[in-house]
């Protein structure tokens, strides 16, 4: 690093003074829903596309087990009494059953378009009205026979069918096309009993004969409107939340990518709205580590070089750093701030972060290959450095602004003594305090050089250090 330290400047403001080490941020959130699909980010457009692909093979699907329900249905039930007529059933079935099939063969091969799908909702209806037509031929009857049938409630079925696409448009146009194929079946029954007269208000005449009540039509025809309209209206509201949503699990996928998962865990999935001067004080460790004059060669170098060796370090770090239970809050250029009990407590976070010290400093001596494949000149090497204290946990800001930070005395000292290695000579440092602590929760290692009474930069007081590596 350069002289001025993105890392320490991060965590320090004067000497054992405590400073907040920035893990993630907030700002406000967008009418997402309010403006459409248009105001969605296109990767967010991409699930909505695909959770609508999806629909349509469950849709599919359901009608398929529809069709074949009641197939099955049909052919071990007895024939109704009083059918002597051609029985349209097998041939409605038969063409329902190919054309639903056809359907869902084409929603795995291809994204079924607009005008196919009302299509398909055209041909549902058809064949329901189609088959409900019949029934005056089969059973011999006038055409008023079939307003009676109850076989019209199977439209319900292909009106909250459509809803499963979370899309108005298919449900709306189910409801009308049904109430237009209805009214086209009551149109010709008054049509074809207007020389007998045959249209009546007594309910109980319309109910035991042949007659036309078109009260009952028109009740029958607000219903189905009345159907449609309320699950539009459900769809409308569902979709805006879909919508919002969508955007909202996109925006928390990427903080867990920007942020450590349990940072962005943390934030997406607060209890209460996160404001201001809300925190909890734990006992926690910071880890720090930084690489040994990396900004003075990065300036010789092509920047697609130092991004490859960053890569390259980050992976190794960031792996050993989650292994030990710890959490990645701020990378610094080629700084690295972690914390171990402060985001997610845990009883083990000082044995804990000294370990992942140890493990970092090996690890990048143990990679000089990759280093220089990545276009490394010479021998890359890490500094990393530990402290263990009481931190407060919490946002500060504004409402319109959020950071989501850690601030202590041990965010202050781990900084200081990950600088000190350049005078100690050393690659990783902790304090005789944290090495304590460190050894009740299990930490055993042997053999650590301790230098008593050394004077570090920036901590007022001689301090016990202890070289971890």
């Not at 699930?47 to 071990?76: D, H, K, N």
């Not at 407060?392 to 930070?405: I, S």
């Not at 781990?414 to 930490?443: H, I, P, V, W, Y």
Request: with cysteine; hydrophobic share 50%.
């Amino acid at each position: 690093m350069s002289s001025h330290d993105p890392l320490a400047e991060a965590a320090v403001h004067g000497p054992d003074t405590p400073a907040p080490a920035v893990l993630a941020s907030s700002g406000p959130a967008s009418s997402r829903a309010a403006k459409g699909l248009e105001a969605l980010p296109p990767r967010v457009l991409r699930q909505i596309r695909l959770s609508e692909l999806q629909s349509e093979r469950l849709i599919g699907w359901v009608q398929l087990a529809i069709v074949l329900f009641f197939t099955t249905l049909y052919s071990i039930a007895p024939r109704a009494e009083g059918s002597s007529g051609f029985n349209f059933v097998p041939l409605a079935l038969g063409a329902y059953f190919l054309f639903t099939l056809i359907r869902l063969v084409l929603s795995y091969r291809i994204k079924l378009p607009d005008w196919y799908l009302f299509l398909s909702i055209g041909v549902d209806v058809a064949l329901l009205v189609g088959l409900i037509f019949s029934f005056h031929i089969q059973y011999g009857q006038p055409p008023t026979f079939y307003l009676k049938t109850p076989t019209l409630m199977y439209v319900f079925i292909f009106i909250v069918l459509r809803a499963l696409r979370f899309d108005l448009r298919f449900v709306a146009v189910t409801g009308l096309v049904a109430v237009t194929g209805w009214l086209g079946l009551v149109a010709y029954a008054v049509g074809a009993q207007m020389g007998a007269m045959r249209i009546t208000r007594n309910y109980v005449e319309y109910l035991t004969g042949n007659t036309i009540l078109i009260g009952a039509e028109i009740d029958k025809v607000m219903v189905i409107l009345t159907v449609t309209g309320i699950l539009c209206a459900v769809l409308y509201r569902g979709r805006a939340l879909l919508l919002a949503s969508a955007q909202d699990h996109a925006a928390a996928a990427d903080l867990s990518r920007f942020f450590d998962p349990a940072v962005a865990r943390s934030i997406t999935g607060s209890a209460e709205d996160l404001a201001p001067g809300r925190g909890d004080l734990r006992t926690a460790s910071i880890l720090c580590v930084d690489l040994r004059s990396f900004t003075a060669t990065a300036a010789t170098l092509d920047p697609d070089k130092v991004m490859a060796v960053l890569a390259v370090y980050q992976r190794l770090a960031v792996g050993i750093i989650e292994a030990a239970g710890g959490q990645v809050d701020k990378f610094l250029g080629d700084g690295i701030l972690a914390t171990f009990g402060a985001v997610v407590p845990s009883p083990t976070h000082a044995a804990d972060a000294l370990r992942a010290a140890q493990g970092i400093c090996r690890a990048v001596r143990q990679e000089q290959e990759g280093f220089a494949q990545a276009g490394w000149p010479g021998v890359l090497r890490a500094g990393a450095a530990v402290a263990s204290g009481p931190v407060t946990v919490g946002t500060v800001g504004t409402g319109a602004r959020l950071e989501f930070t850690v601030i202590g005395n041990a965010v202050n000292r781990a900084a200081k003594l990950e600088d000190a290695n350049k005078a100690q000579a050393s690659n990783a440092l902790t304090d005789a305090g944290t090495l304590a602590l460190a050894r009740t929760q299990g930490f055993d290692a042997e053999d650590l050089e301790k230098r008593p009474g050394q004077s570090v930069e920036g901590l007022s007081g001689p301090v016990d250090l202890v070289v971890l590596a």
